[in-house]
């Protein structure tokens, strides 16, 4: 009985501009909250993987950005044994505040993907 890693590696990472391309032309499904979008595309490789887009023309401060990957990221790494092959790229739709709860945003955008796009289980 294997155990899933909770690991984020460079593996489960959209690097290259041609793979956010891929990913924006052909998702298959686009997951909305107030202040994110997220697209998924199902991939050939044996994780989910993820990718993040956001600019600086809709977060101003490096400091709200790096916030929002770290929450992603953090969210990803917790559920990514729940989910299928597929790619996960997050955009920000529109600026927010402090005030505003990204997080629970994020869980729950997370929470839809793991619903449309479950790991199947093989035993």
């Known amino acids: 009985m294997s155990h899933?890693?909770?690991c984020f590696n460079k593996m489960q990472r959209l690097l290259k501009p041609a793979e956010f391309k891929t990913v924006f032309d052909t998702a298959v499904k686009k997951i909305h909250s107030e202040h994110c979008?997220?697209?998924v595309r199902v991939n050939d490789k044996d994780v989910p993987r993820l990718g993040l887009a956001i600019t600086k023309k809709k977060l101003k401060h490096a400091v709200v950005r790096n916030r929002l990957k770290r929450i992603t990221k953090e969210v990803f790494r917790l559920?990514?044994?729940?989910?299928?092959n597929v790619d996960l790229v997050l955009i920000v739709k529109k600026s927010y505040t402090k005030d505003c709860d990204?997080?629970?945003?994020?869980?729950k955008i997370f929470e839809v993907a793991k619903l449309k796009y479950?790991?199947?289980?093989?035993d």
């Open 4 to 6: 899933p890693s909770f």
């Open 37 to 39: 979008l997220i697209f």
């Open 79 to 84: 559920n990514q044994h729940e989910l299928a």
């Open 118 to 122: 479950p790991r199947l289980k093989i």
């Open 102 to 107: 990204i997080f629970n945003e994020i869980v």
